[in-house]
């Protein structure tokens, strides 16, 4: 393995950590009974609005628990499994399926509930990072 390509790992597995941490606070405002003073600004721009609306869980499941798993996981292929053959591509498709669900989340936040949540773009901004880094990956592991 290059290493550049190590490095890309390793930015990976950093911007991972990163999101299992703002989709841990997200899932304590989820669960939270008392408003958030460093997210809530106003009707626009509220993390409790949005972490608490109906939007905010799939089959049940907390949105922000899928986020947990879903950087977890990438932050075991970047780092415990990249030595596999096939880890660019499966980072590549993870972090792509997270990023079309951060996109549609984002979609909800805009048309739905008409409010954005900070940690939630903050977010967004990590698995579209996820996904550039993994694309140079997967680009550079096919040509190698």
């Known amino acids: 393995m290059q290493g550049a390509t ?3 790992f390793g930015v990976i597995a950093l911007l991972s950590l990163a999101g299992v941490i703002v989709s841990a606070v997200s899932l304590e405002r989820h669960y939270a009974k008392s408003a ?3 997210c809530d600004f106003s009707q ?6 949005v972490n608490r609306s109906e939007q905010s869980t799939v089959v049940g499941i907390p949105v922000a628990a899928i986020g947990i798993a879903g950087y977890a996981a990438l932050f075991v292929l970047s780092t415990f499994w990249k030595s596999r053959a096939e880890t660019p591509n499966r980072l590549l498709g993870a972090a792509l399926a997270g990023l079309a669900f951060a996109l549609y989340l984002t979609y ?6 008409e409010t954005w949540c900070i940690l ?3 977010s967004l901004a990590l698995i579209s990072l ?3 880094c993994a694309i140079v990956v997967s680009l550079r592991c096919a040509r190698a």
């Not at 909800?108 to 509930?113: D, K, M, N």
Request: glycine share 0%; net charge neutral; proline share 0%.
């Open 36 to 38: 958030t003073a460093f």
């Open 130 to 132: 996820i996904s550039l």
């Open 120 to 122: 939630c773009l903050t």
């Open 6 to 8: 190590r490095v890309l």
């Open 44 to 49: 626009k721009f509220s993390c409790d609005i």
């Open 108 to 113: 909800i936040e805009a048309y739905v509930l």
